[in-house]
């Protein structure tokens, strides 16, 4: 009985170990990104206020509309819905300095190229 249970706990860490992984993904020499757990973790030089609007002109762009914004301390996070009621949190954090780390999750568990094209948008009008 306790070979079984030692046993099913390891292949449960196999399985999640292997369903979460890290991916790194290309950038250029003034932001670092990387895919991880659901989320796209994208670090940049910027104002909250110009990261805000940035990401309400990309969604808008993809025909999403904010549903929820909060506030508290250095930390922002916005909620979107979309087409077929898909939902996109965007969470804005200051690491000072005016670095921000944007957090993308688009969908429930996440969805890589989506969040890299809401990424793309939200760059483009910074």
Do not use: W
Not at 8 to 27: H, I, N, Q, R, Y
Not at 107 to 126: F, H
């Amino acid at each position: 009985m306790k070979t079984s249970l030692i046993l099913f706990a390891a292949v449960l860490s196999v399985a999640f170990a292997a369903g979460c992984s890290t991916v790194p993904v290309e950038s250029d020499a003034t932001d670092a990104a990387q895919y991880r757990f659901g989320n796209y973790d994208v670090q940049v030089y910027s104002e909250m206020d110009r990261l805000i609007a940035a990401a309400d002109r990309a969604m808008n762009e993809m025909d999403h509309a904010r549903t929820d914004e909060k506030r508290s301390g250095h930390e922002t996070s916005l909620r979107y819905r979309g087409p077929g009621d898909n939902l996109v949190l965007i969470k804005l954090k200051n690491l000072g300095n005016d670095r921000y780390n944007i957090r993308i999750r688009y969908g429930l568990v996440g969805n890589l190229a989506m969040s890299e094209q809401v990424y793309e948008k939200m760059r483009a009008r910074l």
